[in-house]
């Protein structure tokens, strides 16, 4: 049988799609493709365009390739565009001057941004935003430039205003619509989004008419608008809308829309039977769809109407999510309640900034459309209520208001949805689809988004595929292993329970009773920690020896090159000019590099295994202790100067700082925990970032929670408001032990918030209202850990067992050879390996 | 190794750390010895973590993967196996081992 010629022209996404849709459906032996690819690079994602202004390379967006298309037996041509269409003789002529014959022409050409025929318009540095090439030109006319213009604000134009200022123009958005996404939003809803992306530093100018383009005076442009304002900037970007590529369906005529596109049957085939036309150049039922999806469907239709000719396109919807210079912003549906009978619900949220509508049927029973601007957390759900026809509660509004905690979840439940809903737009992935995925054999969100690729597109679904999921794994039964180690089936806090309940001291007898094998370097460290926490018994006893990692035996902190550092306490970075000295002392005499850290101490680096001992010798006479920079445990209180020197200071945070670092200082909780006390709302102690933060105000003592900094800052919620100091520490010492008692392991505190189903109303309830009846109990050992303090270097120094470890060799008393320091800015540092190589005379023996 | 090894002694067998490491220099060569209880054994494997290239593997926690007995570095927390030296997440980045024994309360190691 002889092969079908098939020629397609065109390789952006949708072309791409085709391509692929007919090698997954395993026909490809039955063709002989030839595909026209105008642009010089094969299909890329043109959805995530933006990023390539953020580090992504074209490599990265890239998805047609070269060697793939090779192995699919197609030949690819690049640079190269059909420009005539012989439909006699069906055949295709390219700019190039090829000629080639076709059974069958698919046409996937896209489209092109519309510039307005402005006087002007084709000035040097007026630029369009669609391929990459363009954005090459964007960021090369924006390195010599100051302000940019972005004509037309709507979906692109937003994105595109968003890359210019990313490029660090002045970017203003000139709009002739009264408001901003005039097709996806309201005037609610645009003037919401407007103030937000103003906020933002982009100036928004709606209703204006440009007449003409010529010099500017300041800038390279002037723009003259219908009112006689003007406007002078560097840069254009056109972004007033797409036009179909049609021309080649014009050239031969096809037949082609009054307003452009080339119209097609529900099989995506043109007024030709044997030229299809897809994506977004094609015109379905008097309708352009700009979006990749409906595209995507277009190419699956073609690709089954060739080969079993079946297959139907029945429109598409045509929702969006998306995240506009940060606002989230979403239209769904009937968004601006055309349907005859619509009624609307509108919530307006000045203080927050967030817009949401919802159109419902005249009975209020269906849901036709929705806006949100600001907040679009809801999409999931109002969009599966709208595709779906799923009745709508007694009171719909209730799924746009706040959920001020103390009604019910409004969502709806994954369970309501049918098996064919679409969860997945951009894949057109379905529930069911996703329970298949989970009977193949998939048992995490990662598996099932490899598997369906739901999720992976824009994004938008992530949320409600991740609750599918769960759902799913739950119904069969599938529990997802938060097992420690290999050596204990449990979890930590179960480990936590089974400890404290039974009384276990050690871990050898932990294992023995609860676990298997050796222990590892994951549960050994846990569980002495969780010892720790419990009993509070000496770090360095024989039977808690092996359980600590090497920062806690030696009490240290290792750093890179084997040595160690040295943090003694200051509690609330409070420190005596004698104390001050002392220290400086003791890093001169050893040579210690010495760093101020952020917890206000001082950090000294560099000393040897053998030198900790003598070091805190030193130090314990001069009055320090030992300050955990080394455990899972209570770092730092930071603290401002507070009312007793500050003008603006309402209380003394010092001093509260201090009293609260003496209270938990040696507490060992499943990570480790900082503390700042600030003296008035100015905040310069920064508590707002700690795990726990105080801060004074005219009445006591306001308590944040729960914040963070490091790798994903988050702030402190607050807690409880001007607090007496009794009622302040009461509620810190229950909420760290409830931490220590449910946390997972290496969980710091925001995180386990967030864990706690209920978050911060639940540990609110738990610890100011008592509601699980701990708070006594919690208290009682928090009293204990209190009472059973000790300096563990203190007691380190007077045991001769516990330092016979302190020395690099146990046979010899000679240092390691291996760590040499150069000098840099006055201070040492740890030499780099090819300066080790000069310095060292003899070489050294490194035996791995 | 040469085939000039034989049994040297090390330490005393009371230095040793349970289920823990020490390092011991022997013919210029910086040793881990790690005591296993359980085992009722030793183990002799290279100090230097060839990850960092510094001096500690003694100071790492030791503990079992599966049937494996480790010692996971101090450093990045690389395993290393501790009769073969084996590196498990990276095999080309194994170290040497030695065969230990205890004799009259003497640690040995064949090298
Ligand atoms: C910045 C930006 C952001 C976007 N964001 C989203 C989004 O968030 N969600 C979403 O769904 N969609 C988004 N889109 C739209 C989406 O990219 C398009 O819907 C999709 O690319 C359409 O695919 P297509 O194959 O029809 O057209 P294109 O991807 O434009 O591909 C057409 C290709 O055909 C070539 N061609 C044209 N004529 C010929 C010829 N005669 N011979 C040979 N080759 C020819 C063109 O050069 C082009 O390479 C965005 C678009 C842009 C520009």
Same mark, same amino acid.
């Given at each position: 049988?002889s092969?079908? =010629?098939?020629?397609?022209?065109?390789?952006?996404?949708?072309?791409?799609?085709?391509?692929?849709s007919?090698?997954?459906?395993?026909?490809?032996?039955?063709?002989?493709?030839?595909?026209?690819?105008?642009?010089?690079?094969? #299909?890329?994602?043109?959805?995530h365009?933006s990023?390539?202004?953020?580090?992504?390379?074209?490599?990265?967006?890239?998805?047609?390739?070269?060697?793939?298309?090779r192995?699919?037996?197609l030949?690819?041509?690049?640079?190269?565009?059909?420009?005539?269409?012989?439909?006699d003789?069906?055949?295709?002529?390219?700019?190039?001057?090829?000629e080639?014959?076709?059974?069958?022409?698919?046409?996937? $050409?896209?489209?092109?941004?519309?510039?307005?025929?402005?006087?002007?318009?084709?000035r040097?540095?007026?630029?369009v935003?669609?391929?990459?090439?363009? +954005?090459? /030109?964007?960021? /090369?006319?924006?390195?010599?430039?100051?302000?940019?213009v972005?004509?037309?604000?709507?979906?692109?134009?937003?994105?595109?205003?968003?890359?210019?200022?990313?490029?660090?123009?002045?970017?203003?958005?000139?709009?002739?619509?009264?408001r901003?996404?005039?097709?996806?939003?309201?005037?609610?809803?645009g /003037?919401?989004?407007?103030?937000?992306?103003? %906020?933002?530093g982009?100036?928004?100018?709606? %209703?204006?008419?440009?007449?003409?383009?010529?010099?500017?005076?300041?800038?390279?442009?002037?723009?003259?608008?219908?009112?006689?304002?003007?406007?002078?900037?560097?840069?254009?970007?056109?972004?007033?809308?797409?036009?179909?590529?049609?021309?080649l369906?014009?050239?031969?005529? &096809?037949?082609?829309?009054?307003?452009?596109?080339?119209?097609?049957?529900?099989?995506?085939?043109?007024?030709?039977?044997?030229?299809?036309?897809?994506?977004?150049c094609?015109?379905?039922?008097?309708?352009?769809?700009? *979006?990749?999806?409906?595209?995507?469907?277009?190419?699956?239709?073609?690709?089954?109407?060739?080969?079993?000719?079946?297959?139907?396109?029945?429109?598409?919807?045509m929702?969006?999510? +998306?995240?506009?210079?940060?606002?989230?912003?979403?239209?769904?549906?009937d968004a601006?309640?055309?349907?005859?009978?619509?009624?609307?619900? $509108?919530?307006?949220?000045?203080?927050?900034?967030?817009?949401?509508?919802?159109?419902?049927?005249e009975?209020?029973?269906?849901?036709?459309?929705?806006?949100?601007?600001?907040?679009?957390?809801?999409?999931?759900?109002?969009?599966?209520?709208?595709l779906?026809?799923?009745?709508?509660?007694?009171?719909?509004?209730?799924?746009? *208001?706040?959920n001020?905690?103390?009604?019910?979840?409004?969502?709806?439940?994954?369970?309501?949805?049918?098996?064919?809903?679409?969860?997945?737009s951009?894949?057109?992935?379905t529930?069911?689809?996703?329970?298949?995925?989970?009977?193949?054999?998939?048992?995490?969100?990662?598996?099932?988004?490899?598997?369906?690729?739901?999720?992976?597109?824009?994004?938008?679904?992530?949320? *409600?595929?991740?609750?599918?999921?769960?759902?799913?794994?739950?119904?069969?039964?599938?529990?997802?292993? @938060?097992?420690?180690?290999?050596?204990?089936?449990?979890?930590?806090?179960?480990?936590?329970?089974?400890?404290?309940?039974?009384?276990? @001291?050690?871990?050898?007898?932990?294992l023995?009773?609860?676990?298997?094998?050796?222990?590892?370097?994951?549960?050994?460290?846990a569980?002495?920690?969780i010892?720790?926490?419990c009993?509070?018994?000496?770090?360095?006893?024989e039977?808690?020896?092996?359980?600590?990692d090497?920062?806690?035996?030696?009490?240290?902190?290792?750093?890179k090159?084997?040595?160690?550092?040295?943090?003694?306490?200051?509690?609330?970075?409070?420190?005596?000019?004698?104390?001050l000295?002392?220290?400086?002392?003791?890093?001169?005499k050893?040579? *210690?590099?010495? =760093?101020?850290?952020?917890?206000q101490?001082?950090?000294?680096?560099?000393?040897?295994?053998?030198?900790?001992?003598?070091?805190?010798? %030193? &130090?314990?006479?001069s009055?320090?202790?030992?300050?955990? #920079?080394?455990?899972?445990?209570?770092?730092?209180?930071?603290?401002?100067?507070?009312?007793?020197?500050?003008?603006?200071?309402?209380?003394?945070? #010092?001093?509260?700082?201090?009293?609260?670092?003496?209270?938990?200082?040696?507490?060992?909780?499943?990570?480790?925990?900082k503390?700042?006390?600030?003296?008035? $709302?100015?905040?310069c102690?920064?508590?707002?970032?700690?795990d726990?933060?105080?801060?004074a105000? %005219?009445?006591?003592?306001?308590?944040?929670?729960?914040?963070?900094?490091?790798?994903?800052?988050?702030?402190?919620?607050?807690? /409880?408001?001007?607090?007496?100091?009794?009622? +302040?520490?009461?509620?810190?010492d229950?909420?760290?032990?409830?931490?220590?008692?449910?946390?997972?392991?290496?969980?710091?505190?925001?995180?386990?918030?967030?864990?706690?189903?209920?978050?911060?109303?639940y540990?609110?309830?738990?610890?100011?209202?008592?509601?699980?009846?701990?708070?006594?109990e919690?208290?009682e050992?928090?009293k204990?850990?209190?009472?059973?303090?000790q300096?563990e270097?203190?007691?380190?120094?007077?045991?001769?067992?516990?330092?016979?470890?302190?020395?690099?060799f146990?046979?010899?008393?000679?240092s390691?050879?291996?760590?040499?320091?150069?000098?840099? @800015?006055?201070?040492?540092?740890? #030499?780099?390996?090819?300066?080790?190589?000069?310095l060292?005379?003899?070489?050294?023996?490194?035996?791995? | 190794?040469?085939?000039?090894?034989?049994?040297?002694?090390?330490?005393?067998?009371?230095? !040793?750390?349970?289920?823990?490491?020490?390092?011991?220099?022997?013919?210029?060569?910086?040793?881990? !010895?790690?005591?296993?209880?359980?085992?009722d054994?030793?183990?002799?494997?290279?100090n230097?973590?060839?990850?960092?290239?510094?001096?500690v593997?003694?100071?790492?926690?030791?503990?079992?993967?599966?049937?494996?007995?480790?010692?996971?570095?101090?450093?990045?927390?690389?395993?290393?196996?501790?009769?073969?030296?084996?590196?498990?997440?990276?095999?080309s980045?194994?170290?040497?081992?030695?065969?230990?024994?205890?004799?009259?309360?003497?640690?040995?190691?064949l090298i």
């Amino acid at each position: 049988m002889s092969k079908t =010629k098939l020629v397609v022209a065109g390789n952006g996404m949708v072309g791409h799609q085709f391509l692929q849709s007919i090698a997954d459906s395993g026909q490809l032996e039955q063709f002989e493709i030839t595909v026209f690819c105008e642009e010089t690079r094969l #299909a890329y994602d043109r959805v995530h365009l933006s990023a390539y202004f953020s580090g992504s390379s074209a490599e990265d967006l890239a998805m047609g390739d070269a060697e793939m298309y090779r192995n699919w037996g197609l030949n690819v041509l690049t640079g190269e565009k059909v420009s005539a269409i012989d439909r006699d003789n069906k055949s295709v002529t390219t700019d190039k001057g090829t000629e080639l014959a076709y059974d069958k022409l698919v046409l996937a $050409t896209g489209s092109f941004p519309f510039v307005p025929p402005v006087p002007g318009h084709d000035r040097q540095q007026c630029l369009v935003y669609r391929t990459i090439d363009d +954005l090459d /030109a964007i960021a /090369a006319v924006a390195e010599k430039s100051k302000v940019g213009v972005v004509v037309g604000g709507g979906l692109l134009g937003l994105e595109a205003a968003k890359a210019l200022t990313d490029l660090g123009l002045e970017t203003h958005v000139v709009e002739f619509a009264p408001r901003l996404m005039a097709v996806q939003l309201d005037d609610g809803g645009g /003037a919401m989004l407007r103030h937000k992306i103003e %906020e933002l530093g982009v100036k928004v100018h709606t %209703e204006k008419n440009t007449q003409l383009i010529d010099d500017g005076e300041n800038h390279f442009h002037k723009m003259n608008f219908a009112d006689g304002e003007v406007l002078e900037t560097d840069l254009i970007l056109f972004s007033a809308g797409i036009r179909p590529r049609d021309e080649l369906a014009r050239q031969c005529d &096809l037949e082609t829309g009054e307003r452009g596109g080339i119209v097609i049957n529900n099989q995506c085939q043109t007024s030709d039977p044997d030229i299809y036309a897809i994506g977004e150049c094609a015109l379905w039922n008097k309708q352009i769809f700009g *979006l990749v999806a409906p595209g995507n469907q277009m190419a699956k239709v073609a690709v089954t109407h060739l080969i079993e000719g079946s297959g139907s396109f029945t429109g598409a919807d045509m929702s969006t999510k +998306l995240k506009l210079m940060g606002v989230d912003v979403a239209s769904i549906g009937d968004a601006h309640g055309r349907t005859p009978g619509s009624r609307n619900y $509108t919530f307006i949220d000045e203080q927050t900034e967030v817009y949401k509508k919802l159109v419902v049927s005249e009975d209020n029973k269906l849901l036709l459309g929705a806006i949100l601007v600001g907040d679009a957390e809801e999409y999931g759900t109002l969009l599966q209520y709208m595709l779906n026809g799923i009745h709508l509660p007694e009171f719909p509004d209730s799924l746009i *208001l706040p959920n001020r905690g103390d009604d019910q979840q409004t969502g709806l439940g994954v369970a309501a949805l049918p098996e064919t809903a679409q969860v997945c737009s951009c894949h057109d992935v379905t529930k069911g689809d996703v329970r298949a995925a989970i009977d193949g054999g998939c048992c995490t969100i990662g598996d099932v988004k490899g598997a369906t690729k739901a999720a992976t597109g824009c994004g938008g679904c992530a949320a *409600l595929v991740t609750d599918l999921v769960n759902h799913e794994l739950e119904e069969l039964g599938i529990e997802v292993n @938060r097992d420690i180690c290999e050596h204990f089936p449990h979890t930590r806090q179960d480990l936590y329970n089974l400890i404290r309940v039974e009384g276990i @001291r050690s871990f050898s007898e932990l294992l023995a009773k609860h676990g298997q094998g050796h222990g590892c370097e994951i549960c050994r460290p846990a569980v002495g920690n969780i010892l720790a926490s419990c009993w509070n018994d000496y770090i360095l006893t024989e039977s808690n020896v092996s359980l600590q990692d090497t920062n806690d035996t030696f009490m240290a902190n290792m750093q890179k090159d084997g040595t160690y550092s040295i943090v003694p306490r200051v509690p609330g970075g409070e420190i005596t000019p004698d104390k001050l000295i002392a220290l400086g002392q003791v890093a001169k005499k050893y040579n *210690l590099y010495t =760093k101020i850290t952020g917890g206000q101490r001082v950090d000294l680096f560099g000393a040897r295994l053998e030198q900790l001992p003598p070091i805190w010798q %030193e &130090l314990i006479d001069s009055g320090f202790e030992t300050g955990h #920079a080394y455990g899972k445990s209570l770092r730092t209180v930071k603290s401002c100067v507070g009312s007793t020197w500050c003008r603006f200071g309402v209380d003394d945070s #010092a001093g509260l700082a201090i009293e609260l670092e003496d209270r938990y200082k040696g507490l060992r909780a499943p990570h480790k925990i900082k503390f700042a006390v600030s003296g008035c $709302t100015r905040e310069c102690a920064e508590a707002q970032s700690k795990d726990i933060g105080v801060i004074a105000t %005219e009445n006591g003592w306001n308590l944040y929670v729960c914040g963070n900094g490091g790798m994903k800052p988050r702030h402190g919620d607050l807690f /409880a408001t001007d607090l007496d100091k009794d009622t +302040l520490i009461r509620y810190i010492d229950c909420i760290l032990m409830f931490y220590i008692k449910t946390a997972d392991r290496l969980q710091r505190t925001s995180v386990w918030m967030d864990n706690l189903e209920g978050g911060l109303d639940y540990l609110q309830q738990v610890i100011i209202n008592d509601s699980l009846s701990l708070n006594d109990e919690l208290a009682e050992q928090m009293k204990q850990v209190i009472e059973s303090y000790q300096c563990e270097w203190k007691t380190t120094l007077q045991s001769p067992e516990a330092l016979k470890r302190f020395r690099h060799f146990v046979n010899s008393e000679t240092s390691d050879d291996n760590i040499v320091f150069v000098e840099e @800015r006055q201070q040492i540092r740890p #030499a780099r390996l090819d300066e080790k190589a000069e310095l060292i005379a003899q070489p050294i023996k490194m035996v791995s | 190794m040469t085939s000039s090894t034989h049994w040297t002694t090390v330490c005393k067998q009371t230095d !040793l750390v349970l289920d823990s490491g020490i390092c011991a220099l022997v013919n210029e060569i910086q040793v881990a !010895l790690f005591c296993l209880p359980s085992q009722d054994a030793v183990f002799a494997i290279a100090n230097t973590d060839p990850f960092s290239q510094a001096n500690v593997l003694s100071r790492g926690l030791v503990g079992s993967l599966g049937e494996d007995l480790v010692v996971a570095s101090p450093v990045y927390k690389q395993h290393f196996c501790l009769r073969s030296g084996r590196c498990f997440e990276d095999e080309s980045q194994s170290i040497s081992s030695w065969p230990a024994r205890i004799e009259n309360g003497n640690v040995e190691i064949l090298i």
